[in-house]
């Protein structure tokens, strides 16, 4: 496996865990693969988590403490990681900064929505209406930081490598005004599109479906090339990451029971349709 190139270790607190996870391993003259072994992952994972592509887990810490007799360093290293953290990162909250990253490197994403447009499928007009409720006495300049951190990140759906992205979106979704009638039925024939165009695949909860396995919020599942799959979910003005095999599987499992439910791709599609010339007609006097 090829050793990653060092990394500013003041650069952020995963980086700083990463240089220290890093300075300890070859210490104890083991490799990325064999300490991988020793903690029940892929060395590819251990080499992402040293550069910091990946965040560090706290019970993952511990094994590694463990691994390479280092007490508790590294779990202390972890616990301040997690604490040490500013409001924005590279134009995200930085709760959702790392899950941003994660996108970027996934195989897949499946995404539940249960009130607003996944941000990969946001048009510029319906993010511009979300921050302005959101952040109603922020600057210009600072909402053009983060329309151009949306941009960046929308753009990841339209690169040859993009990852399969399949989104349950509840009617609440295509039903609340966002930005107004023009805005919404932008919006929705914008995920139209993509949907004809073969990039994404999207099923809608209606609401005559009832309760479903995935009412408790928003949540993204990704999988990867050579490390874990991981789910992030997401509240007012917090996210959390979960990479630990147990929830993780919990999430895949309520995620594929919703699936179930929702209706299939193509009456998914002539409601989206149907709704985005509801919302047209609105805008007629």
């Given at each position: 496996?090829?050793?990653?190139?060092?990394?500013?270790?003041?650069?952020?607190?995963?980086?700083?865990?990463?240089?220290?996870?890093?300075?300890?391993?070859?210490?104890?003259?083991?490799?990325?693969?064999?300490?991988?072994?020793?903690?029940?992952?892929?060395?590819?994972?251990?080499?992402?988590?040293?550069?910091?592509?990946?965040?560090?887990?706290?019970?993952?810490?511990?094994?590694?403490?463990?691994?390479?007799?280092?007490?508790?360093?590294?779990?202390?290293?972890?616990?301040?990681?997690?604490?040490?953290?500013?409001?924005?990162?590279?134009?995200?909250?930085?709760?959702?900064?790392?899950?941003?990253?994660?996108?970027?490197?996934?195989?897949?994403?499946?995404?539940?929505?249960?009130?607003?447009?996944?941000?990969?499928?946001?048009?510029?007009?319906?993010?511009?209406?979300v921050i302005k409720a959101a952040l109603?006495?922020?600057?210009?300049?600072?909402?053009?930081?983060?329309?151009?951190?949306?941009?960046?990140?929308?753009?990841?759906?339209?690169?040859?490598?993009?990852?399969?992205?399949?989104?349950?979106?509840?009617?609440?979704?295509?039903?609340?005004?966002?930005?107004?009638?023009?805005?919404?039925?932008?919006?929705?024939?914008?995920?139209?599109?993509?949907?004809?165009?073969g990039r994404v695949i999207v099923q809608?909860?209606?609401?005559?479906?009832?309760?479903?396995?995935?009412?408790?919020?928003?949540?993204?599942?990704?999988?990867?090339?050579?490390?874990?799959?991981?789910?992030?979910?997401?509240?007012?003005?917090?996210?959390?990451?979960?990479?630990?095999?147990?929830?993780?599987?919990?999430?895949?499992?309520?995620?594929?029971?919703?699936?179930?439910?929702?209706?299939?791709?193509?009456?998914?599609?002539?409601?989206?349709?149907?709704?985005?010339?509801?919302?047209?007609?609105?805008?007629?006097?």
């Open positions: 496996m090829t050793e990653p190139k060092p990394l500013d270790p003041f650069q952020s607190p995963d980086a700083f865990y990463g240089s220290e996870l890093r300075r300890l391993r070859e210490e104890a003259k083991l490799s990325q693969d064999r300490l991988g072994t020793r903690v029940f992952i892929s060395g590819a994972y251990i080499g992402q988590i040293e550069t910091a592509v990946r965040r560090p887990r706290l019970d993952l810490s511990m094994r590694l403490d463990a691994a390479l007799e280092t007490g508790k360093h590294l779990e202390s290293l972890c616990r301040m990681a997690h604490k040490s953290r500013p409001l924005y990162t590279n134009g995200h909250a930085t709760y959702f900064a790392a899950a941003a990253d994660h996108e970027s490197s996934a195989k897949s994403i499946c995404e539940y929505a249960p009130t607003a447009v996944p941000g990969l499928l946001q048009t510029e007009a319906y993010i511009r209406a109603p006495l922020a600057q210009p300049s600072e909402v053009d930081q983060l329309v151009a951190a949306w941009h960046k990140r929308a753009a990841l759906l339209d690169h040859p490598t993009r990852p399969e992205f399949w989104a349950i979106l509840h009617e609440t979704v295509l039903r609340i005004p966002v930005g107004g009638p023009e805005v919404m039925a932008e919006q929705l024939r914008s995920i139209a599109g993509r949907v004809r165009a809608i909860l209606r609401y005559q479906d009832g309760a479903h396995a995935m009412m408790a919020g928003m949540v993204s599942l990704m999988s990867f090339d050579g490390a874990p799959d991981l789910a992030y979910s997401e509240s007012v003005h917090s996210g959390q990451i979960l990479d630990e095999t147990e929830p993780v599987a919990l999430y895949r499992k309520s995620y594929d029971l919703a699936r179930a439910v929702a209706l299939s791709p193509e009456a998914s599609l002539a409601l989206l349709d149907s709704v985005a010339e509801e919302h047209a007609n609105a805008q007629q006097p």
